[in-house]
C-alpha cells in the first residue's frame, strides 16, 4: 500500500498532517517527517518495538544508534541520566537546531535506541511541524533519516516516497529541509567535550560557548557507537562518487581520463571552476557558500543517482570549519 502523503502549508492541513502524525505514532506505528535538517523516520523512542520498525524499515544495523527528538529541555531533561553545565549552555545557545547532545541514557531509553549503549543522542529540532507532533504526543521521537540505510538522506517528501513510499502509511510533505545535512553531534560524556559527526553548526562556534573543544578526528572510536554517522560508508549514492579538484576544464578530463570514464558518462557537481564544455544536462553549480551547498548536496546527489551516469564527480571543497560537516559527508558517501 502506497504511502498516504499529507500537506502541510495551509494551517488547516498542518493541523490535519500533525493529528494523523500523532495518531499513527500514538498507535506504535513509523511515520516520515520534515526536520530542518533531513526528513526523518519517526517512532515514539519510549517504545522499543515502534523503534524495531525503524530498524526494519530501513534495513539499518543494530549497532548504529538513532537519535532522540524532544521539544524543549525538560523533555530532553527526561531522556537523559545527567544535564551537566556544558549541556545547558549548548541548548542554550543552539536549540532549537542541528545540534545532537550525547548524554548518559535514562532507565526508561530502550537498548533499540542507544544500540545497547550507555548514552543518548538527544535533539530539539526547530522545524515547527515536528515541534509540535512531539508536543502533541508528549513523547520524544526516536527518528533518523527516512532512507534505506547507508543510502542518501532524503531533503524532501518525494525522496522519501521514492525509497521507502511502500513501507510507511504516511509521510508529512514540510516542504525542503532548509538545513540539508544531519546535525552536528557532541559528546559531552568527555571532557573537553568532543565532536563525534560534524554538522553545520561548526567547531569554532562551539568551542565559543564551550571554551575547549576536541575535533571529530580526536581520539579512537571503541566499543558502541555514541552516535550515527560514525559508519565509514553512509550518506551514499548508488552511483560512485569520487571528489577531485582541479583548475581548467581541461585538467578535469584529464582525471577523467585517468578513471577510464567519458565525461558524458558522468554527473559533474561544481562550485567555483565550472566545466562549461562538459554540456548543462552533466553539470550542475551550488553557489560557492556552505550553508547554500548543504542546503542542495543531497537533491543534486538524488538527481545524479536517477540522470544514470556512471560517476558522480563532485568539486573539492574549502578545507575551512564551516565546510566540515559537508566534507565528512562526502568523505562518507565516496568509501
Not at 7 to 29: D, I, M
Not at 280 to 293: L, Y
Request: net charge neutral.
Amino acid at each position: 500500500m502506497a504511502a498516504e502523503i499529507l500537506s502541510t502549508h495551509t494551517p488547516a492541513l498542518f493541523q490535519k498532517a500533525v493529528r494523523a502524525a500523532v495518531t499513527r505514532l500514538r498507535a506504535g506505528e513509523v511515520v516520515a517527517l520534515p526536520t530542518e535538517t533531513v526528513y526523518g523516520l519517526a517512532a515514539n523512542a519510549l517504545d522499543a518495538a515502534a523503534v524495531a520498525k525503524i530498524y526494519e524499515i530501513k534495513g539499518r544495523p543494530a549497532h548504529n544508534p538513532i537519535i532522540v527528538h524532544v521539544a524543549g529541555n525538560d523533555l530532553a531533561r527526561q531522556c537523559v541520566a545527567d544535564w551537566p553545565a556544558a549541556a545547558e549552555q549548548l541548548s542554550r545557545a543552539f536549540w532549537p537546531g542541528p545540534l545532537t547532545l550525547v548524554l548518559p541514557r535514562a532507565a526508561g531509553i530502550p537498548d533499540a535506541v542507544t544500540a545497547g549503549g550507555n548514552t543518548v543522542g538527544v535533539r530539539w529540532p526547530s522545524h515547527p511541524f515536528m515541534q509540535a507532533v512531539i508536543r502533541e504526543c508528549g513523547f520524544p521521537l526516536a527518528a533518523p533519516s527516512a532512507n534505506l540505510s547507508n543510502q542518501i538522506s532524503p531533503t524532501n517528501a518525494e525522496h522519501v516516497r521514492a525509497q521507502l513510499g511502500e513501507q510507511l502509511s504516511l509521510i508529512v510533505d514540510g516542504g525542503q529541509s532548509q538545513v540539508g545535512i544531519e546535525s552536528t553531534v557532541v559528546d559531552l560524556t568527555v571532557s573537553p567535550a568532543r565532536i563525534l559527526r560534524p554538522g553545520m553548526i561548526h567547531a569554532e562556534s562551539l568551542a565559543a560557548v564551550l571554551g575547549s573543544l576536541q575535533t571529530a578526528a580526536a581520539g579512537a572510536k571503541s566499543g558502541a557507537l555514541k552516535s550515527p554517522g560514525l559508519l565509514a560508508k553512509h550518506y551514499s549514492p548508488r552511483t560512485k562518487l569520487v571528489v577531485l579538484k582541479w583548475q581548467s576544464e581541461a585538467e578535469l578530463r584529464v582525471q577523467l581520463g585517468g578513471l577510464a570514464v567519458a565525461p558524458d558518462q558522468c554527473q559533474v557537481i561544481a562550485h567555483t571552476c565550472i566545466p562549461a564544455g562538459l554540456g548543462t544536462d552533466n553539470v550542475s553549480v551550488i553557489p560557492h557558500d556552505a550553508e547554500a551547498f548543504a542546503r542542495a548536496l543531497y537533491g543534486e546527489l538524488h538527481r545524479c543517482d536517477a540522470a544514470g551516469a556512471r560517476l558522480i564527480v563532485v568539486e573539492a571543497l574549502p578545507e575551512t570549519a564551516e565546510w566540515s560537516g559537508i566534507a565528512d559527508r562526502l568523505r562518507r558517501a565516496a568509501a
